[in-house]
């Protein structure tokens, strides 16, 4: 792997930059492997990484019907944080955040982490004590976060109308913020495919070989392909490959939609969240508004959602930022995600022998990539849930001992 620093680029400037090497290899589909990996989104790359990194397993391909980052893992609004209320949660998406703090570093890749403050408003008495039961909460887990006053949140975004929506004050995660996602994508593709392990895009899986309870053979678009274990991350479609391997999953499939706006010159300092007006926005490096809201509510698999949401979004948008008005939507677009009844991921096994599973993210995974690959990682080189995912096994929905996130991740993200 060329490595990139500051003198690397400076030494291919000199050289008119034509010396730069893919950041990772295009390898033809080998006839079988140790670990298949299924989805090349943000967590199925991250899992192929740290099963090399951590487990020296690198007889791995990570198959992809498109292309990497296609899916959510490149659509999503960049939102990262760690505020969840039950212990088992806040311990692993504290640990996604904390790996995340260090990515740049480990994968030699500027994910452009951005820890500019995630702030809920406050619009309410009853939300200001239940924002101070979630700061002692979340204390007593060892994350940081804490309530500021409405003056405050009016220094902090002067742009925002204080009165529409009363503001009181807010909830604020000064560690949360945003990240490029693409070059979550990529740097995790780099440094896996780094150690060997094969990405093949354009690869659609379509059906499973089975030998008694065991998936032998992966049929794709490319061709068969032996497998000894198989690890499953492709979001939106997880019901869809399950039914396929002979399971099922209680997932269901929406479409969330996001938007930004022209550029305009830096105005939004911080992640800013309302859930008077159920909307969230943030200002992009570039200058570009990024927006997004509720859920289309109803089931879907096409990448497209209605104008219904797109018009609630900027409306909200406008409420709380009346000055956006005169700002142009520059484009809009939309990813499936996988929705379960308590807004907690599935982590671990299934009911195939050689097949586990990630999925279940909902509208908030993108801030968990590298806590989901690193756990879907240890189950595939060990054969047993890591000790952060048990409480996340599918069994929970047989027990009925959910991990009821719904409050924390809701439109939140
Ligand atoms: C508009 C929007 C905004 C969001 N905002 C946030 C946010 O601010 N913060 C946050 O934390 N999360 C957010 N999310 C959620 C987040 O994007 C997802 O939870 C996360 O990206 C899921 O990653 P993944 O790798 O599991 O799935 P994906 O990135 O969707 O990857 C799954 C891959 O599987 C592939 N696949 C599917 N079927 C097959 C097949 N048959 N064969 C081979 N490959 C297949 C797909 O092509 C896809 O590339 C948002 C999502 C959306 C859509």
């Known amino acids: 792997m060329q490595s990139y620093s500051f003198m690397s680029l400076v030494r291919h400037a000199l050289r008119g930059n034509t010396g730069w090497r893919p950041a990772w290899r295009d ?18 790359l991250a899992t192929a990484y740290y099963l090399a990194k951590n487990h020296g397993i690198t007889n791995v391909a990570v198959l ?9 893992s490149g659509r999503n609004t960049t939102v990262v944080r760690s505020d969840y209320m039950f212990s088992e949660s806040a311990a692993m998406y504290d640990l996604a955040l904390r790996l995340y703090e260090g990515a740049a ?9 951005s820890q500019r403050g995630y702030m809920t408003l406050i619009h309410s008495q009853h939300m200001l004590e239940a924002a101070q039961h979630k700061v002692n909460w979340l204390a007593c887990n060892g994350i940081d976060s804490e309530i500021i006053s409405r003056e405050r949140v ?3 975004v002067p742009l925002l109308n204080m009165s529409r929506n009363p503001v009181l004050g807010a909830f604020l995660q000064r560690r ?7 070059a979550v994508v990529w740097g995790f593709a780099r440094g896996a495919s780094a150690r060997g392990v094969d990405i093949v895009q354009n690869c659609e899986v379509l059906g499973f070989e089975k030998s008694g309870n065991r998936i032998a053979a992966i049929e794709t678009s490319r061709g068969r392909v032996a ?6 991350a492709v979001a939106g479609h997880s019901s869809v490959l399950a039914d396929m391997a002979g399971f099922r999953l209680p997932v269901t499939s929406h479409c969330l939609q996001a938007m930004v706006s022209e550029p305009i010159r830096p105005v939004l300092d911080h992640m800013v969240m309302s859930p008077g007006t159920g909307v969230y926005i943030n200002q992009t490096q570039k200058g570009e508004l990024v927006m997004g809201s509720v859920l289309d509510l109803y089931h879907s698999y096409a990448q497209r959602g209605t104008f219904l949401t797109i018009e609630k979004t900027i409306t909200s948008v406008v409420e709380m930022f009346p000055v956006f ?3 142009r939507l520059m484009r809009h677009w939309s990813g499936i995600v996988d929705v379960v009844p308590d807004s907690s991921p599935i982590l671990g096994p299934t009911p195939i022998d050689n097949l586990y599973i990630n999925c279940g993210w909902g509208t908030g995974g ?26 996340f096994g599918l069994d929970r929905f047989r027990s009925n001992r959910l991990v009821d996130e719904g409050a924390a991740s809701g439109i939140a993200h």
């Open 227 to 232: 497998c000894g274990t198989v690890g499953m």
């Open 27 to 44: 390898p033809q589909l080998k006839p079988s492997y140790d670990v298949v990996i299924l989805g090349g989104g943000g967590h199925g």
């Open 154 to 156: 009016q220094r902090m």
């Open 105 to 113: 570093r480990d994968l030699n890749f500027n994910i452009m982490l």
């Open 366 to 391: 993108f801030k968990a990539i590298p806590a989901g690959g690193t756990l879907l990682a240890h189950s595939l080189a060990t054969g047993r849930p890591h000790p952060l995912a048990q409480r």
């Open 325 to 327: 008005a005169q700002t």
């Open 64 to 72: 992809e019907k498109g292309w990497i980052g296609g899916g959510n």
């Open 176 to 182: 949360g913020g945003t990240i490029r996602h693409d």
